[in-house]
């Protein structure tokens, strides 16, 4: 066996010499640091809150929207109800009348609807369009081929939606005349 030089036993590294122990520099930003820790712990939390109940807001905004939305329809609707009311409670009504009374009550119904925004889509003449039309059947005339000769059915739109589209007869053309025949002068 060879001898080997007796080798120095390492321990631990001691600190530097010109290190010093924590002192108050160093305890005064810890405690600076912990209190910027609390404060933006306690933001978080508040704008985690304030985010949860503007949800939660929002969320039964939106219920009671829901719930509520037919109230500006509803409400002018009321003397149409009304006016019919009366009219069925009048004993010794004569056909005038009742006349009178169904085209007051139209009336209301008409400002009602207006007012909620709904407009009856009536295209007699109008060339046909199926956006807005549904075409029931087809009829000779002296109309160019696809307009509106009849409208069996108005059609309604909700602002710019078409909410049911109105019922017609749609122009075929001129009729032609049968073969053999001179058709007709113009």
Do not use: C, W
């Amino acid at each position: 066996m060879t001898d080997t030089p007796d080798r120095p036993t390492q321990t631990a590294e001691a600190p530097p010499e010109n290190a010093t122990a924590p002192g108050p520099d160093l305890e005064a930003r810890l405690a600076e640091a912990q209190a910027e820790i609390a404060r933006l712990k306690d933001e978080f939390l508040r704008a985690k809150a304030e985010t949860e109940n503007v949800r939660r807001r929002a969320v039964e905004d939106v219920a009671k929207a829901h719930r509520f939305s037919l109230e500006g329809f509803a409400t002018p609707l009321l003397p149409v109800r009304d006016s019919l009311e009366a009219a069925l409670a009048v004993e010794n009504a004569t056909l005038e009348s009742l006349r009178e009374g169904v085209e007051i009550t139209g009336r209301q119904l008409g400002a009602a609807f207006e007012k909620a925004g709904l407009a009856p889509v009536d295209p007699a003449g109008e060339r046909f369009d199926p956006n807005f039309h549904q075409a029931i059947s087809q009829a000779e005339s002296d109309q160019p081929a696809q307009t509106v000769v009849a409208v069996l059915q108005k059609g309604y739109r909700l602002h710019e939606r078409v909410i049911r589209p109105a019922l017609v007869v749609v122009s075929t053309g001129r009729p032609t005349a049968p073969a053999g025949e001179a058709a007709p002068a113009a």
